[in-house]
């Protein structure tokens, strides 16, 4: 059974302050997907990656894949009150079609 | 571009009942999965379908029957309604290479009592 642990599970921080997720499984994926989610909807992708050691940017949020392909990290810089919600990896490609998600991170800015 | 549409938002069944829960995508992907979300527990996984005709089960399948007749649908049944069940339940679908990742519905808020 593929699993991904994801800490912390809650993150209260005020603005402007830096933060860092891990989403870590003892399994080798093909592909680390990050998700977003909003009270009320669905998650919504934010990144894929897909080479370890690959890193990408996406504005001030910079998304990490480990060399072994096993775990991810997403870092938040000056984090705003517009970043607060429910973030997500996900982990895919072994099974295709089969993507399994951590327990998520519910992260609140407060201003 | 309506992505995946699922029906209904909001359903209250009493124990035993069996429901239905309908889940569309316009998007011509090839995979479609159906996650419960409940607090704490991110998104886990129920059946997933990499094609028409084509199911599997995911990790917590019990309680759960789908089919995939057509590209588009993915329907998922309650068999007989347990409060175990209550949860919100997202249907989600993807193109084979993965590419944009998944795309998610806006879930269906289901109550046992």
């Known amino acids: 059974t593929q699993l991904l642990e994801q800490s912390p599970q809650f993150l209260s921080i005020q603005e402007g302050e830096n933060l860092t997720v891990y989403c870590n499984s003892s399994s080798v994926f093909s592909s680390l997907q990050w998700y977003r989610q909003e009270p009320g909807e669905g998650p919504v992708l934010l990144v894929t990656v897909v080479t370890g050691g690959e890193v990408k940017k996406l504005k001030r949020l910079t998304f990490q894949f480990g060399d072994a392909r096993k775990d991810s990290s997403l870092h938040i810089t000056a984090a705003q009150p517009g970043d607060t919600g429910l973030y997500l990896c996900?982990?895919?490609?072994?099974?295709?079609?089969?993507?399994?998600f951590g327990q998520g991170t519910e992260l609140s800015v407060k201003p | 571009n309506a992505g995946v549409t699922q029906t209904p938002k909001f359903q209250v069944l009493k124990t035993g009942q069996s429901m239905t829960l309908q889940c569309a995508q316009d998007m011509n992907h090839e995979y479609m999965s159906w996650y419960r979300q409940d607090p704490g527990m991110g998104l886990r996984l129920i059946h997933y379908?990499?094609?028409?005709?084509?199911?599997d089960q995911g990790e917590v399948p019990n309680g759960y029957n789908v089919s995939r007749s057509t590209t588009e649908d993915f329907p998922l049944r309650l068999l007989s309604a347990a409060p175990s069940q209550t949860s919100v339940y997202f249907c989600a679908s993807s193109s084979a290479t993965g590419a944009g990742g998944y795309t998610f519905g806006s879930g269906t808020r289901l109550t046992v009592v």
């Open positions: 379908s990499v094609g028409a005709g084509i199911t």
């Open positions: 996900a982990g895919g490609g072994n099974q295709g079609g089969k993507l399994i």
